[in-house]
């Protein structure tokens, strides 16, 4: 167990490492619980470094020490261990023991049915020996892996490999959170790249025996990445091989560790029967985000965590490039945002938030964040907005071949395009040092033949930023014409003061503006713009995210209207919507998009932001009763969208069938509301594929009529640990609110609950937290629930506990009943003897100080 006080570590305080490190060598003897660990590590110190050595090292048993071939017998710590060092260049030796079956947290070197494996980011090599744990040291790494085991893998290309042995040798310099180590008995399913310069890499996706009918799409995602980054950033793969594992047991998604990229099974086993489109479209996207990092994180890589932004902000935004590229770009978009509004915003705008680029933090693990991520990507985004897609592509060559090979910053990585394009950034900047998501008001006026669009910013002071200044805010703007035209082309109003004004001349007439098109910056837009300028949008607007948007905006006022003052659903919406999912020439995916209405957490910010206190309450049943509305609205419409959209050749996973089978379910919904579960029934006997049985399932729970489905789907799919994730998952998403903690709770007495497995814990209790209305049920049985698995997980995974602590994040948005009971929880939790590091510091920061 690690100190309990957490140090909170400041950007401010960043010092160089006294040394740098010429060559790492290491030799693992693996055993379950007592793995021998030997390093040899070749230290150089720099000029004026005092001669005195930290190496980071925790849950270590050191067996023997050495210097120059000479013991030493270092200080020793919770953290890492000190020693008096030469003055000169000198060789580190060491031999620790560590307990692999026994590391639960899934940080460092640890067990996953049966097979050894690692994750290092951020902060886990120091568990499997002592060293320099930070990004800023890198080095060049040769590993010798000793074990009974087929498969034992390493970073770099393979050296040797004989019965029980393998060595590898990584010839690119990299920080040791990027290490990784692999040993099981596993298969492999090969496959082979040959790069622009004409090298043959070999390609390899390591498996569970069992899973090898699950790699085709993953092993073509990867091949479909690597020529993408080629020909999209001209990057070039750098080594022979390129190794990619599934494990069962991981933290997160998946780890881009320098040519042995090892992914959650989740996030790359693949097939029709057992995965749905969405999952593939994750699937696909993943493998290229892991895939990219190999430039974006691992040549250039962060000179220390608090540039984290660095390397995540640009590889999400290069996979949504690539996805937007695969599949559809409009598509792609809309789902950002929806997942943007959906996570980011709640955390810019409660007791998390923080910059992209934060400036302090006590456990790192814990600014993995949405913020950093997909706020990060928003960043670029709009850099590139700003200074144009060659400037950008110019500006990225320029990073690559003057940074390859460094560990960097944010303010190299600005320099890169100051240099680049001649222009400021200084003000540009404050988008990585400022928290919080700035509202854009827009006011529009027509005085004597001039149309003045008038912009004004804000960002609410919060902790990490009191005194907020403006931000440099790319708006895209067009104006149409009252009957459609387009007067003026889309183009970027860049908004640099509190409040400006932008003036078009020689209009015919009062124009309609469509504004932040393609969502050109990470705002809350608020417009003072007549109904009918939003209806005219969702009809005429030339862009597919903003015609999207006018929906949206239309079923967000009706709604709020409904959860107000008991309006009745808006007609003038949904004659709106009736005309766009009646276009043929609008893409399937795209209508699917269309139907959704907005979701209720998202929602209750609105009411939140708007000064009311949301009730989920109120908020379901307006939700509810907009979607009857919908399902009443269109008539024949709905039977003809899904007989049309119905796919009969074989099943792929690609984006226009995917399309199709999204307007379909969709669509299914509603015929299920005012006809019955019949069709889901069918739909779910019928199926040939994960997609199709699993949205028929859904169905038939959401309408009460899951029974026997639930238990066919249980029989057929029991296993299959990820489908089997779905059906617990499934069943906590479909409950009806006062369901969901009941459902929630009897899952988790389930014998397949193995809650030390995190796709497991996930698959119930994020559902739970997630289900807006069920986990704010008045009688606080969600948030006890939640609560008490939190209490449970803290002692053996500290990181999954404290990311799923963010459920609690916008407790102070709710009536003073809820709000009690939160209180209650939070504290509780707080008071648990021994609690994480990672786990206080999340709580502390959400409970805050005033009561
Ligand atoms: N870089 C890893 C995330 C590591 C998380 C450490 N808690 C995966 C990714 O972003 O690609
Ligand atoms: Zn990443």
């Known amino acids: 167990m690690r100190d309990a006080t957490p140090q909170t570590i400041y950007l401010s305080d960043y010092k160089p490492f006294g040394y740098d490190v010429s060559s790492v060598e290491l030799t693992f003897d ?58 000169a260049s000198f060789i580190w030796e060491a031999e620790v023991e ?92 090969p496959g082979e790249f040959t790069t622009k310069s004409g090298r043959k890499v070999d390609l390899n996706l390591y498996v569970r025996p069992g899973d090898e009918d699950k790699c085709a799409f993953g092993m073509q995602a990867l091949k479909d990445s690597m020529k993408w980054d ?191 394009t001649g222009r400021d950034l200084s003000q540009f900047k404050r988008w990585y040092s400022q928290a919080g998501t700035p509202t854009v008001t827009v006011k529009d006026a027509w005085y004597a033949g001039s149309y003045i669009l008038t912009f004004t910013q804000n960002l609410k002071p919060s902790t990490p930023t009191p005194d907020p200044q403006p931000q440099v805010i790319p708006i895209a703007t067009a104006l149409f014409s009252p009957s459609g035209e387009e007067l003026v082309p889309s183009q970027i109003l860049e908004l640099t003061e509190a409040s400006q004004s932008f003036t078009f001349e020689g209009l015919p007439e009062r124009p309609i503006p469509s504004v932040l098109r393609g969502f050109s910056a990470p705002v809350v837009l608020e417009r003072d713009l007549p109904q009918e300028h939003t209806t005219f949008l969702l009809a005429h607007d030339t862009d597919p995210f903003n015609r999207w948007e006018a929906g949206r905006s239309l079923a967000r006022a009706s709604l709020l209207a409904m959860i107000r003052e008991d309006a009745k659903p808006d007609t003038g919406y949904l004659d709106g919507l009736h005309a766009v999912l009646a276009d043929d020439s609008l893409d399937p995916a795209y209508r699917a998009l269309m139907l959704n209405l907005p979701g209720q957490s998202d929602l209750a910010t609105t009411l939140h932001n708007e000064g009311d206190t949301p009730d989920p309450d109120a908020i379901w049943a307006a939700t509810e009763k907009m979607a009857q509305a919908q399902a009443a609205h269109f008539g024949d419409l709905l039977d003809q969208l899904f007989d049309q959209h119905q796919v009969t050749e074989p099943y792929q996973p690609n984006a226009d069938q995917a399309g199709r089978r999204s307007l379909a379910n969709a669509t299914l919904r509603l015929l299920c509301l005012r006809d019955g579960p019949a069709r889901a029934q069918a739909q779910y006997d019928a199926a040939d594929n994960m997609t199709q049985q699993l949205a028929g399932l859904a169905l038939l729970l959401r309408e009460g009529a899951g029974e026997d489905a639930l238990k066919s789907f249980a029989k057929q799919w029991q296993d299959d640990r990820l489908v089997m994730d779905k059906w617990f998952a499934l069943q906590v998403m479909q409950a009806q609110p006062d369901q969901v903690a009941t459902t929630a709770a009897r899952l988790t007495e389930h014998p397949d609950f193995n809650w030390k497995n995190p796709n497991r814990f996930r698959a119930v209790l994020g559902p739970l937290a997630s289900h807006h209305a069920g986990f704010h049920k008045a009688d606080g049985a969600g948030y006890q629930l939640l609560a008490d698995w939190l209490i ?50 999340m709580l502390t920061r959400i409970r805050g100080t005033t009561s």
Not at 122 to 149: L, Q
Not at 163 to 181: C, I, Q, R, S, T
């Open 98 to 189: 560590i307990d692999p079956a026994g590391n639960t947290a899934l940080e460092g070197l640890y067990m996953s049915n049966g097979m050894y494996c690692t994750q290092c980011e951020a902060e886990g090599f120091r568990k499997i020996t002592y060293y320099p744990d930070r990004p800023d040291v890198m080095s060049v790494f040769t590993v010798r892996i000793n074990g009974p085991h087929p498969v034992l893998l390493s970073n770099g290309n393979p050296v040797s490999a004989s019965d029980g042995a393998a060595e590898w040798h990584d010839p690119w310099p990299k920080p040791a959170y990027l290490f990784a180590l692999v040993a099981g008995e596993l298969v492999a399913h």
């Open 230 to 420: 080629e020909e999209v950033y001209g990057r070039e793969y750098d080594l022979d091989i390129f190794n990619i594992v599934a494990v069962d047991d991981f933290n997160m998604g998946a780890m881009e560790n320098k040519g042995l990229n090892i992914f959650n099974s989740a996030a790359v086993l693949g097939s029709p029967e057992t995965s749905t489109d969405g999952n593939f479209e994750r699937i696909e996207a993943i493998i290229a985000h892991e895939y990219f990092h190999n430039w974006t994180g691992n040549r250039i890589t962060c000179r220390d965590w608090f540039q984290l932004c660095l390397k995540e902000g640009l590889t999400v935004f290069r996979d949504s490039q690539f996805t937007s590229d695969m599949r559809s770009a409009p598509v792609k978009r809309i789902a950002d945002v929806i997942d943007l509004r959906a996570r980011q915003f709640p955390e810019d705008q409660g007791p998390l938030a923080h910059p992209v680029r934060p400036e302090s933090f006590q456990e790192i693990n814990n600014f993995y964040t949405a913020t950093v991520y997909e706020k990060g990507a928003e960043v670029i985004g709009m850099l590139r907005r700003l200074v144009g897609a060659e400037a950008y592509s110019k500006a990225l060559d320029l990073y690559f071949e003057r940074h390859d090979g460094q560990a960097c910053t944010i303010e190299d990585w600005l320099k890169v395009f100051e240099d680049a």
């Open 792 to 841: 449970k997980l803290d002692p053996v995974n500290p990181q999954t506990t404290a990311r799923m602590c963010s459920a609690f994040q916008t407790w102070r948005r709710y009536d003073a009943n809820r709000r009690g009971l939160i209180a209650t929880q939070l504290d509780r939790i707080l008071g648990t003897p021994e609690l994480s590091p990672d786990t206080t510091e």
């Open 30 to 87: 693996l055993h379950p619980t007592a793995t021998r660990v030997k390093s040899r590590i070749a230290f150089v110190p720099k000029p004026g470094t005092e001669p005195t050595l930290f190496l980071h090292g925790e849950n270590l048993k050191l067996i023997s020490a050495h210097i120059d071939g000479a013991p030493v017998s270092p200080t020793l710590t919770a953290t890492g261990l000190t020693c008096d060092a030469p003055a």
